[in-house]
């Protein structure tokens, strides 16, 4: 096991087939208050590429590439990310998958913000494996096709998080849907929302809103821009309501670890939420 505290990792270059352009991770890691920036690989993971066990405390990955999936960071094994900044970081292949974060085994985010990704499909994030996020923001992510804020391809459960300002088929080539969130439901896939916001989010940067694709099954209470496109399972109706688009904020420092979206006075997400015992 291992601990890096306290320093910067950047410009680093993979070269050829391997991953990770900033950090390879194989056994267990700790970093903590660090930043990892301006890194690069040909393959996944352009900042960190994580088969292990990767603890990710009060830290930025920021502006890395992966020519395939990963951007920020790919996590074949369990990665806990929490106090932390994933920011525009890309996924630059055709098929680049997950920008800001690409996740493959269990993964939990908390109170971290992922912001200004791109990727083909998942530009803030995609996950395949189970991820619980909690109390975090995803806004402003980019992806060419499918869920431009998270694109859910196992079973994810996200708690008072926050999905705005996303853009889904954003090169206008292939198509693409999910703005907010594209919920694949095939094989027993569940994207699990309880006391969240989806709201915002376009396709084509234009306002063509799309704030989620696929069904959602949601619990507690839940304010989104509006239902198309979208189908709920869970508590259904009585979970979700619409919330105005102009009653939030844009990304900002409002006093927390990480930046965040303000609710603005007279929001109907205001004090709307309901309890669900601890996470």
Known sequence: SAGIAGVTI????????????????????????????????LN??????????????????????????GGGIYSSGTLLLS???????????????????YLSGPSGV??????????N???????????TVVNSTIA?????????????????????????GNDADY???DGGTGGGVFADTTGGHRLITVNSLIARNTLRTTLVYSECSGTLEVYGSNRLGDFNG??????????????????FGALDDNGGTTLSIALLAGSAAIDATTTQGCI
Do not use: H
């Open 44 to 69: 996944g993971g352009g900042g960190i590429y994580n088969e292990s066990l990767l603890n990710v405390i009060g830290s930025t990955i920021a502006a890395n590439r992966a020519s395939l999936n």
């Open 83 to 101: 106090f932390s900044t994933i920011r525009a970081n890309l996924a630059l292949d055709n098929f680049g998958q997950g920008g800001g974060l």
């Open 121 to 131: 499909n998942g530009g803030g994030l995609l996950t395949i494996s189970d991820l």
């Open 230 to 247: 979208c189908t709920f399972a869970g508590n259904g109706s009585a979970a979700v309501g619409v919330v105005s688009r102009s009653s």
């Open 110 to 119: 908390r109170n971290t913000t992922i912001s200004n990704n791109s990727a």
């Open 171 to 173: 090169d206008e080539v």
């Open 140 to 164: 402003y992510n980019r992806a060419n096709r499918d869920g431009a804020g998270l694109f859910n391809f196992g079973t994810t459960s996200m708690y008072s998080t926050t999905v705005v």
């Open 10 to 41: 950047r410009n680093g270059r993979r070269q050829g087939s391997g991953s990770g352009g900033g950090i390879k991770n194989r056994g267990s890691l700790v970093v903590l208050n660090c930043v990892v920036e301006d890194n690069s690989t």
